[in-house]
C-alpha cells in the first residue's frame, strides 16, 4: 500500500485539492479514498477501466460526497444536472472506448468534457478558461455527454 501511495497519491491529491479547494481537507481525503481503495481492492474491475481511473473515481466521489454533505457548492448552477450523469459517466470514464468516443467530440467541446470531469472545473470555470459564453458551455457538456453515451453504446 505504501509504494500504491508513493505513487498515487500526488495525482489524487491534485484532483482533491481542485474540488475542495482546501489543502488539509483534500488530503484527508485521499488518505480516506486510499483506505477504501485498499479495503475494496478485490472488488475492482479491470473490464470496466484502468486501477488508476478507478483510484480517481473514489477520490472524486468522496470529494463530492464530502462537498454535498456539507453544503458547499461543487458545480455551481448545474450541480443536479452534472450529478445525474456522474454515476454513468465514471464508470466508463477510463475505459479504453471512451478515448475514441472522446476523439469523435469537436476539440471545443472534449475540452469542455475534460475539464468538467477530469479536472473537476466547474462550468463556469470552464467558460471563463476557454473564453465561451456560460450557456454555450452548458449546451456543449451536455451534447457531448449524449453524444458519449450514445458512441458508448
Known sequence: MRDLYVQESPRLLGVAKR?????????????DAFLKIWAGA?????????????MFTVTRHLALNFLRDNSREVYGEVAEHEQDHTESFDAQVHSSRI?????QLEPARRSCIVHAYVDGYSHAEIANKLGTPLGTVKAWIKRSLTALRECMG
Do not use: K, M, N, Q
Open 19 to 31: 474540488l475542495v479547494r482546501d489543502t488539509a481537507l483534500a488530503e484527508d481525503i485521499v488518505h
Open 42 to 54: 478485490a472488488r475492482f474491475d479491470p473490464s470496466r477501466g484502468s486501477a488508476r481511473g478507478w
Open 99 to 103: 478515448h475514441g468516443c472522446l476523439e
